[in-house]
Structures are given as C-alpha cells and as structure tokens.
C-alpha cells in the first residue's frame, strides 16, 4: 500500500510540474493591427499635373457646351463678328447668354442657342452672377460633357478646345483655365446674419479667358450652384461669377484648377504671344478702344484698320475655305 502510494506521490508530482512549465511559458501577445494606410497628398494650389484619363469614347463637338455671356447693347458689330466668324463653325455647341430679347439677333445665329437670361444689363457682380447661374443650369440640363464660359470678345478656336478636352476625362475633377492673378485670392466668407465665418484662400480662372469644367465636377458644384444657389454662394464671398466658382471648386469642394497658358484674356499683353502659336490656343481676345493696340501679332489679308481685333485674320487661316476670307496660304503668319 505505501508502495503503490508513492507512486502515486511522483505521479502528482510530475504532473505539477508540468503544469508549472506550461504556466511559465510566454504567452503570445495580441497581434498589433497593420498601420493604416497614409492618405495619397492633396496637391497645393498652383499648377499640377494633369490627371491620367481613363479610356472613354472619343469626344465629339456636340458634347461641348461653349456659352458666350453677352449684353444687350453688344449685339452689334461686337457679336456680329463672334457669329461670323468662330460661331459659325460651332453654332450647334454655342449657347449665347443675354440679357434681352432681339428678334434680330435670333435670326443671325440661326442653328446656335440664344438665350435671355432676364439677368439686369448692368455689368455688376449680382447681374454676373445671375448669368452664370443661367449658364450653369442650362448645361446640367444639356447633359453634355463639358461645360465652357466665355466673353463676348472671345475668339474661341474649335478645334484645339476639343483636341484640349480630349485629354481628360468629363468624369473627372477638371477646372481648366487661365488666373489673371500670378496668386490665389483671398476672401472672407459670410453666413447669413452678417457673421463672419473664416477666410479663404482660391485660385480662380478669370471669365475672360475663358475657363472649362467637366461635368463629373460639376455636377458635384449643384449644392452650391443650382436652380438660383449660385448667387446666394456669391453673397458668401462678395465676389463677381467666375471668382465664385473658383471658390465653389477649390475652397469648398477641395479641387485644383488646372492652370492652362492656351487661354487668353485682355488683360495681358497679348502682342508678346509667339505668332508662330496663334493658331494653336484655345481663346484670343483683343484690348478694345481703351487699348486698342493689344492684339494677337498675326499676318493676314485684312489690314489692322480693316481687322482692328485680329479675328477674321485668325479665322481666315483657320479656315480659308470661308466665302468671306480673300486668297491666301493658311501657314502664312509673320509680325506685322
């Protein structure tokens, strides 16, 4: 018996012993979680390069809203020239933003789109605002691919607009035009009540070069833009239409405009651009009578005195086959 109880004795023991082995072993700890991915940069303001675009069907011209803001009182020879000249080769893409009736003008731009806005003819931030709150809700309803704001002293160039465009995706986040500003702008914005909320720092394009939109950005721009909310975000900023959609797209959506030197306005000089390049950009535009000699330096068959703007020199080698244009090779540019 005390035998068989002395076994049993080592027996414990060597079980306890066991035991407190496994007790001393490390435990495994608890595995730590992969850290988080960092997110990709936010690109800063100014320039940046442009997104890859993804495969998409070719673009046509009928995909392209192009609107012409204008005035009553520039029906006259000022739309005139616009409508013999580069409207005339994209009348069904034009869409011509106004500010009253004439019957007139209707039947000049047979086959373009004349619209009145019922904006006020007075050139303030609020009538701006108003047309291009027309505009952009007019484009929502085209439901084409992309949109595109001009002025009535805009030469547009058909063909490199859509060769640019094609470039880019209409899905992507794309605000493409020129700054007037070699700095982003700064504004102070406001709640209703009068209270001031926070300043804001944006690149914009200015409306007088010119500037495009895809419709993949501007569909995301409707809480701020549609069905009249355009002006009202205006009144955030106090500042006129092509400002506030530089602010809509980069201080409150957080895109990047797209700085593109293929757009141009009267307020550079537009005489130090190569004339070897004149038929390459997107927009030109002229200094008028306060500037009447800041004009695209570019030879045709029309004298200065005949052409004071230079578009239907540029229009003429564009396209010569024009009824209007007088004989001349369309490679034919040199200073004047």
Not at 11 to 17: R, V
Not at 183 to 196: L, N, S
Request: contains cysteine.
């Amino acid at each position: 018996m005390s035998r068989a109880w002395g076994v049993l004795c080592r027996a414990c023991l060597a079980l306890a012993a066991a035991l407190a082995a496994l007790l001393l072993l490390p435990l495994p700890l608890p595995r730590a979680p992969a850290p988080a991915r960092a997110p990709a940069p936010t690109p800063g303001p100014g320039p940046r390069r442009p997104p890859a675009r993804a495969n998409a069907p070719r673009l046509r011209p009928d995909d392209v809203f192009v609107a012409v803001k204008t005035t009553r009182k520039n029906h006259g020879p000022r739309l005139r020239l616009l409508l013999r000249t580069w409207i005339s080769r994209a009348p069904r893409q034009t869409f011509i933003f106004t500010d009253g009736d004439d019957p007139d003008l209707q039947l000049q731009a047979a086959g373009s789109h004349v619209i009145n806005t019922n904006c006020s003819a007075v050139h303030t931030r609020q009538a701006l605002c108003c047309k291009m709150s027309v505009e952009y809700d007019k484009f929502i309803e085209s439901g084409r691919k992309w949109f595109c704001h001009v002025d009535d002293d805009n030469y547009v160039n058909p063909r490199s607009l859509l060769q640019l465009l094609s470039t880019f995706s209409p899905s992507q986040d794309i605000y493409l035009g020129r700054p007037s500003l070699d700095h982003p702008i700064e504004a102070t914005e406001r709640v209703q009540g009068g209270g001031t909320v926070t300043t804001v720092k944006f690149w914009f394009a200015t409306g007088g070069a010119g500037f495009c939109l895809s419709r993949g950005l501007a569909l995301k721009m409707s809480p701020w833009a549609s069905l009249g909310s355009f002006m009202s975000t205006a009144e955030r900023v106090r500042l006129p239409d092509d400002c506030t959609v530089g602010y809509i797209v980069e201080g409150l959506l957080g895109a990047r405009l797209l700085h593109s030197s293929l757009f141009h306005s009267h307020l550079e000089n537009l005489q130090r651009l190569p004339a070897t390049t004149v038929l390459q950009q997107v927009t030109l535009s002229y200094g008028g009578p306060e500037n009447p000699r800041n004009v695209v330096n570019v030879a045709g068959g029309f004298s200065l005195q005949q052409d004071p703007t230079r578009f239907k020199s540029v229009h003429c080698l564009l396209y010569p086959d024009t009824d209007w244009c007088p004989v001349q090779k369309q490679g034919d540019l040199a200073s004047e």
